[in-house]
């Protein structure tokens, strides 16, 4: 390479690392294998949060700040990586996600629900909002929360933790759902950016970041 250029490797938005979980009811490698056979499974791209999925048709909305609400969630639904059909009455199936923080990272901005279907012999996905931090609301035409406003500090990569949540959790409905439709669905949380590995590398070298690269990242 000549002196002054960089290689374009294609992995300008990429983190440094990540991390997969398991939700075992207990840290032995017979209860791993069980949860990785039911795919009570989710990834991070580094950060260690903790994440809840499940889907049902009998959840009671109103224990979700009840100190039993993951037995009612196991006892009424099917947790993250499970198939559900429609045996209730009811026409359309509810969602909860739940995430807290890692408590040595960012705090986090939003929860989203990723649906992908055929239509027309084609994959399709939407992406849907769910959860804003900040008491914001999803805006119900395009399904997406407002910015936060969470900021990044480039010279030393501080941040402001009194924008975003410790915590994220609620009931939901897919807006879009049709009876009969083949579906898949997975939660996405998003921190508020921090500092990809990048800048910091800069920063400890005492370079400026590349300006060719994302000087930030959300995890």
Known sequence: LKQGTYA????????????????AEENTR????????????????????AVR???GYDFDNEMINDSELVKHLYEKGHSMGSDILNT??????????WAI???????LQRLQVIKGFIEDGELKEIVFDVACSDGL???EENYRCPDNGAEVNIKDCSFDSSVGASELKAFWKDPTYE??????????VLENPTCRWSTWDAIKAGYKPRKDLHSTIQE
């Open 137 to 139: 609301q999803v805006n």
């Open 53 to 55: 999925f499940f889907a």
């Open 8 to 23: 374009n490797t294609g992995f300008t938005q990429w983190g440094a690392s990540g991390l997969a979980v398991a939700w």
């Open 88 to 97: 209730s009455k009811k026409s359309d199936p509810e969602f909860f996600l």
């Open 179 to 188: 009876t009969g439709q083949r579906a898949f669905y997975y939660v996405r």
């Open 30 to 49: 017979d209860s791993i294998f069980k949860a990785f056979k039911r795919k009570e499974t989710f990834a991070t791209t580094g950060t260690r949060l």
């Open 101 to 107: 923080q890692d408590a040595a990272s960012a705090p």
